[in-house]
């Protein structure tokens, strides 16, 4: 008697031993299924936040999502719709159409007409000056970055660039789309921004609604390597 109670006891340790071992493993293999369900390629993103937005080929009206890692794998946190340029999204943008670019592209600065609601980017302040721009002049050596001018003195075409603080509320806030940049090739396209809808196609930006726009804003951690890949379906 003594002898089958001891068996037994065995045998229950045994049983727990392995139920702690096969819990890690269902938590891996759950954290595995997470990462294989995301609408991106998990392995070619640099850090742990992914602003997801896709379209169907051809389409303006996109979804547009946020995707945050931790141990247990990627969780989708938002989705919302979106609107980019009227021929949709494809890696023939330019200066010259208005695709938005398809690809993934780093996030490293924001700005806006409104102040700083929170951002964890680097957060330029244009207010409604008409002496802030974003220039798209193929011509200048200022292509495809931001620079504070009065027209008249601007080292540019100012008539081929975008006036920030006098573009309406689209611009209240924006996060700058890293495409094209560092070096800029001339005409391959500029000025790509996450920015807020008017419920419009884009001239070639991402457009979503005020308030996720600003809590993407918040959410974003340089920290974190975000990036925004976007992709026609």
Not at 1 to 21: C, D, E, H
Not at 29 to 35: E, K, Q, R, V
């Amino acid at each position: 008697m003594t002898r089958k109670i001891g068996n037994v006891r065995r045998a229950a340790v045994v049983v727990l031993a392995l139920v702690g071992l096969l819990v890690p493993m269902a938590m891996t293999a759950g954290a595995a299924s997470a990462a294989a369900q995301t609408p991106f390629d998990p392995k070619v993103v640099p850090g742990s936040q992914v602003v997801y937005v896709s379209a169907p080929k051809g389409s303006s009206h996109a979804t547009m999502s946020l995707w945050q890692r931790d141990r247990d794998g990627w969780a989708q946190t938002l989705s919302v719709p979106a609107r980019v340029g009227p021929p949709g999204i494809s890696k023939d943008a330019s200066e010259y159409v208005s695709y938005t670019p398809e690809g993934m592209f780093t996030l490293t600065e924001a700005f806006g007409r409104q102040h700083n609601p929170g951002s964890g980017l680097p957060y330029r302040y244009v207010g409604t000056s008409d002496r802030w721009w974003w220039v798209s002049d193929v011509n200048s050596k200022y292509y495809n970055e931001p620079y504070y001018c009065a027209a008249a003195q601007c080292p540019f075409d100012t008539t081929k660039s975008e006036n920030l603080g006098q573009a309406g509320p689209v611009y209240d806030y924006a996060v700058v789309m890293n495409y094209n940049r560092w070096p800029a090739v001339p005409g391959k396209g500029s000025a790509f921004f996450i920015h807020v809808t008017n419920g419009n196609a884009t001239a070639g930006c991402v457009a979503g609604p005020h308030d996720a726009i600003v809590q993407l804003l918040r959410w974003l951690d340089p920290h974190q390597r975000p990036v925004v890949i976007t992709q026609a379906t």
